[in-house]
């Protein structure tokens, strides 16, 4: 299956040219995402069929509130759930195909609480009615940011609560690639070089783990995209 995504979380903060970035209004959004659907959804070559489009990515991101050229944070700024809303709108009335949103999760390894997966998703999904316009939720984790650990089960059936008659599924997975921060404090202080090799014998059995959990809910479509799979798979 292909899943079609015009906007990494990035890219929704940050509009071209990279030198000097801007926030990326809801209109340059609709405008890039409308390209794209368009390209793809009238496009004759059946290989190129997209079967679903992943309407916001990361969307309770906090970097999509910061103000790209100098940082400076503001609640709301990237306006990502007017994004959301208005592109899951285009791909309704000009394809048959679901849309995709997917949260970000993270634990308290951020000082900025209104962009709190279930209290983001809340604010502005659900009291807002957009979430009627999304088929599927998902999840994206970084385990050495934010593990689920233990909580696994007590967050998917929340999430599963939250958005009650949509699938749920985790989104982008991955741990401990080089770029990453490692937020989560038992991490933080450890060296990506001196423990890749650890991390590489790790995933293979943090993927089993995470994707045959997530199959344990009734309304999962599993999961997920390992982010840095072409990096890591060697």
């Not at 308290?108 to 809340?122: G, Y």
Request: proline share 4%.
């Amino acid at each position: 299956h292909h899943r079609g995504l015009p906007f990494d979380s990035t890219s929704a903060r940050a509009c071209l040219p990279v030198a000097s970035p801007t926030h990326c209004t809801v209109a340059e959004y609709q405008s890039r995402f409308r390209t794209i659907v368009n390209h793809f959804s009238l496009n004759a070559d059946a290989a190129l069929n997209i079967d679903a489009w992943e309407v916001g990515n990361e969307i309770n991101g906090e970097w999509i509130d910061e103000n790209p050229a100098n940082g400076a944070y503001s609640y709301g700024s990237g306006e990502m759930a007017t994004k959301v809303a208005t592109a899951a709108d285009y791909v309704h009335s000009h394809t048959t195909v679901p849309t995709v949103a997917t949260l970000y999760w993270q634990v308290s390894t951020s000082n900025r609480p209104l962009n709190s997966t279930f209290t983001w998703a809340k604010n502005n999904l659900v009291n807002t009615g957009y979430a009627s316009k999304l088929d599927v939720v998902l999840l994206s984790t970084y385990v050495e940011d934010a593990p689920l650990g233990s909580g696994f089960d007590e967050i998917m059936s929340t999430l599963a609560t939250t958005f009650s008659g949509k699938s749920i599924g985790l989104g982008e997975f991955d741990y401990f690639y080089a770029d990453t921060p490692r937020y989560f404090w038992s991490l933080i202080h450890l060296n990506a070089a001196s423990t890749e090799a650890a991390a590489q014998a790790a995933r293979p059995t943090l993927a089993t783990q995470y994707y045959s959990a997530m199959l344990a809910y009734p309304t999962s479509i599993g999961g997920g995209f390992w982010w840095y799979f072409q990096e890591e798979s060697t």
